[in-house]
């Protein structure tokens, strides 16, 4: 069966960095977009980055912008975020989530928590 | 700020029906039947329970079911159970960004 396992998450001071992964096993890895979603305390869940099937787009929500890069590496099905220059607005858990065939989210994992704090 | 718009909260007693909104544009929701439907446990992972508007995952009960008219989605959920209790977020396609969709910003459900 479909499985995304995201890892990596923690506490971390303001502008240290982070990566954080996202395993996935039960389908072929490298014909699916996949996104990074968050959710902080308290609020909706909020769109962070994408990576296409095959790593050649990526893109980024404006409050991530050059501070977070994500990728992937298909021989391992993995998608990593890398997060730098962390903020404490940063704090969330954190999804990485499988997009279906039309514009849908049909997969989730359970997400990992980042909590951005000195 | 969310593209989509969805109110706050909504609250029903068990048994009955409640309906969700989720507004948005001739861009996104008005473009096509591509909206999508949620339920969120906070802390567990996010399900999908409606794809294509009105489409039910397996294992989807039938309690839940969607519509659309013009810029508007809707969720409606019969039949409340106290396990429906959660936030609900609506996806739709839109053809102004990338990736192309765009999120709700999201509706507590409370079952009286």
């Known amino acids: 069966q479909v499985q995304l396992v995201e890892s990596g998450g923690g506490v971390v001071q303001p502008g240290r960095s982070l990566r954080i992964s996202c395993a996935a096993s039960g389908f072929r890895f490298g014909t699916y977009d996949i996104h990074w979603v968050r959710q902080a305390p308290g609020k909706g869940l909020e769109w962070v980055a994408t990576i296409f099937f095959d790593g050649a787009s990526e893109y980024y929500a404006d409050s991530v912008k050059g501070r977070f890069t994500v990728s992937r590496d298909n021989s391992k099905n993995t998608v990593y975020l890398q997060m730098n220059s962390l903020r404490a607005e940063d704090t969330a858990r954190y999804y990485c989530?499988?997009?279906?065939?039309?514009?849908?989210?049909?997969?989730w994992g359970q997400g990992t928590p980042i909590t951005v704090s000195s | 700020q969310s593209a989509l718009t969805q109110p706050a909260s909504v609250s029903g007693s068990p048994g009955q029906s409640i309906t969700i909104s989720c507004a948005g544009t001739s861009s996104d929701v008005g473009a096509y039947d591509y909206v999508s439907w949620y339920q969120h446990h906070p802390g567990k992972a996010p399900k999908l329970i409606l794809y294509d508007v009105s489409n039910r995952p397996s294992g989807i009960f039938s309690r839940f079911s969607g519509s659309k008219s013009g810029n508007t989605a809707s969720l409606t959920i019969s039949g409340l159970q106290a396990e429906d209790e959660a936030d609900y977020y609506c996806i739709s396609y839109t053809s102004l960004r990338n990736p192309r969709w765009v999120l709700g910003g999201g509706t507590k459900l409370t079952v009286l």
């Open positions: 989530a499988r997009e279906g065939p039309t514009y849908y989210i049909d997969y």
